[in-house]
């Protein structure tokens, strides 16, 4: 396996490739696992413990061994930093066509540190990277810096694709986001405002080579494979022409929605259904990432006969909504009319900001404001200008979004970081403890979606290495009660029964560790999901990986592989001090019960600790610290990383 | 002979053309629903609602809810009244 990494370093302007050696991908696999090792490797010469904002962070980007190559399958990119926002572990992943031309110009992994003296961006070609101003492209959202480095750059010798921040970048909005090619978005944890404090505006590449493979008959006959497989599952072409708005009325028939700020767990309105999407919206659908075989993107163009509320975005077009995109807007915010819920994902996309902080962020002061807790002083304080907070009102919502774009007065301030931070700091501010109307796991934002139901899912946003996350271990088994599935894993059927905690610590682990396979090898979590090939990725796409790499592992060392990946982001996070009092809800979902959907009365903390012991327990790591132990370590091959924690009193010697 | 309910979405309403319908089963039971709904709705369905063998329910992105929020399996009693969502699953995005 070959694959090279260049090193930029902002400060110096120094541009060094290194060639990685294949050890590399027989321990950390590709994608996210070497990101992580990376980013390891970077803290043990620099303060893991510095502002993220600094120089001393650190930006990644990484794609996996699957990417280029024809898979069908490899269709992501990572990208991996200290989260300025939670100030931990922080990464995302995107798909489109940056991470495969990152390839064909000739690099697997980018690794920026230090801060460059004025805004540039990063320009790979065919194996050569510069560093050049940008000047010219500093002010400009993601949409005009992609069209304007498109003009700059040419088609020749291929497109040009992009990673580009906004202005909230620039402005170290701690949950600014990455946005690539315009469209698709890097969204968690803060990787914009991490460009942002390193000057570094944007990544642009063009490529006109090709990706080697260990073994080209044996990928193709894979590949094929896998066409054939999506080709005959029919669920496959309902998913297509909606993408994951085919959740929306699953979710409502269930009662899984966030709605105001998850007071609720169900839409209001008629409108927000994928049928209304697809009669009223959907013009074509295109293929979502040059080697994806399943295509589930579509665009929109809105033409004014849509809806009233439409009229006002005629002419607008961009992708279709994503499910979170609908469920932080149509849910969080109870935005009820299509038009606008579309419109809500264009600006968050141009703004380069994480809808899921965004809309827990403004869902926060909503809430606040519909129980009176808000005077007009308090009001007036906030906003430096009249405003009102009404749910579902779209001037509102893009005068809030631009608050916290512009950091223009104090609720842009001190919601920045999301909303667990800006509950925090405004509760301090007013000597008043508004923590219950704030949706966390971890210190994250939730992602818009009602938990209390399923508890892995809620242990998921205990444990996420990169805070309160489903896309780190997504629960499948126990949210669509796979009995087949808890029975080949665990020899039993509790994991797939949503009524008893045993098996969901144990069911967390093992999709956690299954996801960071996914995650390295670079494949979309969706194609999983839909399971056109069988669920478990240690053995279908495991054969995949070892076509690319010629790295043959058997399933459970593959288990082994992803369970090392996962070993590594803790750790970085216990290096930070993080112990199990960190791995912990808010108080709504500890507490208040549901009362929608198919499961009424449902309240976290009837079995959080239970399915927490569980997880520590299958993870070999101490229940009583949450810190991880010396003897698994060492058995996963990590005696080095069991070292360094040792060094900083973060492990425990069992 | 009771009578339940099929709640379609995403695919299976595609292919039902319908939101939701009724039917009359001789056995309480989901295999005979099944039965009802690829003999109704052909091969399309059959691909959708049935693993590749025929023996079994799909699960390849696809979830199948009673009311009480329990997924169903073949095997599995129905319900006078009971409503079957057929859907597909996904989660997240």
């Known amino acids: 396996m070959e694959s090279r990494l260049l090193h930029v370093n902002l400060s110096t302007g120094e541009l060094r490739i290194e060639q990685l050696s294949h050890a590399i991908f027989e321990r950390w696999i590709g994608g996210s696992g070497i990101n992580n090792w990376i980013m390891w490797e970077h803290f043990l010469k620099h303060d893991v413990n510095c502002d993220p904002r600094s120089p001393d962070n650190i930006f990644v980007f990484g794609v996996g061994p699957l990417a280029g190559t024809g898979s069908g399958s490899g269709i992501k990119g990572r990208i991996t930093f200290k989260s300025p926002c939670y100030g931990i572990f922080g990464d995302s992943a995107a798909g489109g066509k940056f991470p495969y031309m990152v390839r064909f110009a000739g690099f697997d992994h980018i690794a920026v540190t230090g801060k460059a003296p004025r805004p540039v961006y990063l320009y790979l070609c065919d194996g050569q990277a510069e560093i050049r101003d940008a000047s010219h492209l500093w002010g400009k959202n993601t949409a005009e810096t992609h069209a304007a480095l498109n003009a700059e750059l040419g088609d020749y010798p291929s497109h040009v694709h992009t990673l580009t921040i906004s202005q909230a970048g620039e402005n170290q909005v701690g949950i600014a986001a990455v946005v690539s090619d315009a469209s698709r978005i890097h969204a968690r944890g803060g990787g914009g405002c991490v460009m942002g404090s390193k000057n570094l505006k944007a990544i642009a590449v063009q490529g006109s080579g090709g990706v080697r493979v260990a073994n080209p008959k044996g990928m193709l006959e894979w590949s094929r494979g896998f066409r054939a497989s999506i080709d005959k599952n029919e669920a496959i072409y309902g998913f297509k022409r909606r993408g994951t708005l085919g959740a929306v009325e699953m979710y409502q028939h269930i009662g899984s929605h966030f709605w105001r700020n998850n007071q609720g767990n169900m839409f209001r309105g008629d409108e927000i259904r994928s049928d209304n999407w697809v009669k009223k919206y959907h013009k074509y659908s295109e293929v979502c990432s040059a080697d994806c075989f399943i295509a589930c993107d579509g665009r929109y163009k809105i033409d004014g006969t849509e809806s009233e509320k439409a009229k006002k975005y005629v002419g607008e077009t961009f992708r279709r909504p994503e499910y979170l995109t609908t469920g932080s807007a149509a849910g969080a915010l109870d935005i009820r009319d299509w038009a606008e819920v579309a419109h809500w994902g264009k600006i968050t996309n141009d703004y380069g900001i994480d809808n899921q902080d965004l809309s827990c962020s403004i869902s926060f002061v909503m809430e606040l404001h519909q129980h009176g807790l808000l005077s007009e002083r308090d009001i007036a304080e906030l906003f430096d200008r009249p405003q009102s907070l009404e749910w579902g009102n779209m001037e509102d919502i893009e005068a809030l979004i631009e608050d916290i774009v512009f950091r223009r007065n104090l609720f842009g301030e001190l919601f920045n970081d999301g909303p667990y931070w800006g509950a925090l700091r405004y509760s301090q501010r007013t000597g008043r403890n508004f923590m219950k109307y704030s949706i966390y796991g971890k210190g994250g934002a939730s992602f818009t979606e009602e938990m209390r139901p399923f508890p892995t899912w809620m242990n998921n946003m205990a444990v996420a290495s990169r805070g309160a996350d489903h896309l780190k271990g997504i629960g499948l088994i126990e949210k669509f009660q796979r009995r087949d599935l808890s029975k080949r894993y665990f020899g039993r059927l509790e994991a797939a029964d949503l009524s008893t905690p045993v098996l969901k610590g144990a069911c967390t682990a093992v999709v956690e560790n299954q996801v960071a396979l996914l995650n390295s090898y670079g494949v979309c979590l969706f194609h999983w999901m839909l399971d056109p090939a069988g669920y478990a990725p240690e053995e279908y796409y495991g054969r995949a990986f070892a076509e690319v790499t010629g790295i ?80 698994r370590l060492e058995s996963l091959g990590l005696g080095d990383v069991a070292e360094v924690l040792a060094a900083d009193g973060a492990l425990v010697r069992a | 002979m009771i009578t339940v309910h099929a709640q379609y979405q995403s695919r299976f309403r595609e292919i039902t053309s319908v939101e939701r319908e009724s039917f009359e089963l001789e056995q309480p039971l989901v295999v005979e629903l099944a039965a009802r709904l690829t003999g109704k709705y052909g091969p399309q369905m059959q691909a959708l609602l049935m693993d590749e063998d025929g023996q079994n329910l799909n699960t390849r992105g696809t979830l199948y809810l009673n009311s009480r929020g329990e997924r169903v399996y073949l095997e599995d009693p129905l319900q006078d009244g009971d409503t079957i969502y057929f859907m597909v699953g996904i989660a997240g995005g």
Request: negative net charge.
């Open chain 1, 552 to 631: 043959d592992r058997s399933p459970e060392e593959l288990m082994r592989d992803g369970e090392r990946i996962c070993n590594l982001e803790k750790a970085f996070n216990s290096r930070l001090g993080l112990r199990r009092e960190h791995d912990t809800i808010c108080e709504r979902w500890m507490f208040e019960p549901t009362t929608e959907g198919m499961y009424p009365g449902k309240v976290a903390a009837d079995m959080f600790d239970t399915v927490l012991d569980e997880y520590y327990e299958w993870r070999g790591w101490d229940k009583a610290s949450g810190l991880q132990t010396a003897s």
